[in-house]
Structure formats: C-alpha cells, structure tokens
C-alpha cells in the first residue's frame, strides 16, 4: 500500500517498522550510544530503534530529547525514518538537525510490528509491503440534531451485523463527494442532502487491508430512509450515543473528525 501523508523532514529510509503506541522520551528514555528504549513505562521497552522505522504519536518531556536524536544520528545509531502521528518541537528539531525522513499525520495504530516499511520524506508517502489500501466514503446524515447509523446485513462482505454510516468503495480516480452522494441516494433513499463539512481522512486496520476513510456530514431534509439490501435496521441517534453501538472499525473517529471542519454558526 501507498500512504500520503504530510512532510516534515526529506530523505528516503526504509527497514522494519517498530511502533510505539505511547509518545517517547528520548532523554533517558532511548540510550544515547546505543538507540535502546530505556523507558520502563514504554511498551517498546528493550527494542532498539537504529535502523528500524519508528512510528509513535510524539515526542514527550526536555527538550534535550532533539540533540538524542542528533546524537543518535551522529553515531549512525538513528531510526531509519520516523513516522509521526502528531509531531511537536522536540521530535520536529531533532529529525531536522539529525537529517532523520519524517513525515506525519499518520496514527502509530496502521503499523505492525516488523512489517517492512519505505518512507519517502520528500514526496511525504510511505508504503507497506504485501498491504492493500483501500479509500472508502463514510457519510453521516444529519436532521435535527440527530445522526444516522445503519446495521449492516449478513449480504455484505465484511462487518457484518455492525453499525457504520452510510458507506461505499471509491473507484480508480472517482470525486469522493460525488461517490458520497451516489452511495446515499442508493443506500438510504435520499436526494438532495445539504454538505455540512468534509473531515480529515481517518485510518482503520484489518489485517492485510487499511482502509482510508473519508469522512463527510451532510444534513438531510427527511428522516424518511429507504433501506436496500446493504442494510437491515437504521437509528437516529444522539451523537454521545455513537461510541455505545457495536460498529465498523473508527467509525466514531470518523465522525469526530468531520465535525472538527463543521463551520462555527455566527
């Protein structure tokens, strides 16, 4: 699979991946001379990061930590590339002065441990050997405050029985919104939805697949909705009530983010 992430610093490192689900320390948490996390704390505790492709949400406490990895990199111990989820000055200063690839916008969560990674700093992509990416829509219809989820049926070929909002496969060079649109007139019945907001892309892994999720809000006229055989049973809920629904992968991550971009009333 191919990732398009965001730039932060050049080069090209590729090896295998080590992922930290937790920010990291680099001062005393990672040996200076030797790249081993230290950090008791660190579920990566005993791992060595030289060489490896180190994916983590951020950096966390001095900022000494950069001149870790400008050690690091001096010594030829550094990672290979780092992959970061929300970058911050620490991990930011020490990839620049180390000349460490780095990109990020990417969660540690679609990274398995070992897999085989390259990273281009330059054009800001990664790829994964022998994983698929797929870019799919999801779409949350809106009426009076409340959103639409929808159980999937035992026709579809995966998730079966779980909640999700309305959802489709985008095709080759497809527009997302307009595939957005064709999925809600086919799997609800609706015309005409109003588009709200378009939310940053989200990221679920399954295995060999990672699914790029694109979400939009949309309100819609109707509370009317007319299911096909995607779907069995449809709810409109409270946006709290989300999270409490058996659902599809980052389903209420997806909606947060489309939220995130709802224009601030005036």
């Not at 916008?105 to 994983?131: C, F, H, M, Q, S």
């Not at 985008?170 to 086919?186: D, H, P, S």
């Not at 892309?201 to 949309?218: E, G, Q, S, W």
Request: aromatic share 8%.
């Amino acid at each position: 699979m191919k990732i398009q992430a965001k730039k932060l610093v050049g080069g090209k490192g590729q090896g295998p991946a080590i992922v930290s689900p937790e920010p990291i320390s680099f001062l005393g948490g990672v040996g200076l001379t030797t790249g081993e996390v230290m950090d008791q704390k660190s579920s990566i505790k005993g791992r060595n990061i030289s060489g490896h492709v180190l994916s983590f949400p951020g950096g966390k406490g001095s900022t000494v930590g950069s001149y870790v990895l400008y050690g690091l990199s001096r010594r030829g111990r550094a990672p290979a590339a780092m992959i970061i989820d929300k970058p911050d000055t620490i991990v930011t200063v020490g990839a620049v002065i180390g000349g460490i690839p780095a990109v990020y916008g990417i969660p540690p969560d679609i990274l398995l441990d070992n897999e085989w990674v390259e990273v281009d700093g330059d054009k800001a992509t990664i790829r994964v050997r022998d994983v698929d990416a797929h870019d799919v829509v999801t779409c949350f219809l809106r009426n009076k405050g409340r959103i639409l989820l929808m159980r999937r049926s035992i026709k579809v070929g995966s998730y079966q029985g779980t909640w999700a909002g309305i959802s489709g496969y985008v095709e080759g060079k497809e527009v997302f919104l307009e595939r957005a649109l064709t999925e809600i007139e086919e799997e609800a019945g609706v015309e005409e939805p109003k588009l709200i907001s378009t939310g940053e892309p989200v990221y679920a892994r399954d295995k060999n697949t990672l699914f790029i999720v694109h979400p939009f809000i949309f309100d819609a006229p109707t509370r009317d909705v007319k299911l096909d055989w995607e779907h069995v049973e449809y709810r409109w809920v409270q946006p709290s009530q989300i999270p409490k629904y058996p659902s599809v992968p980052k389903l209420h991550d997806a909606f947060i983010s489309a939220m995130k971009a709802v224009p601030a009333e005036r």
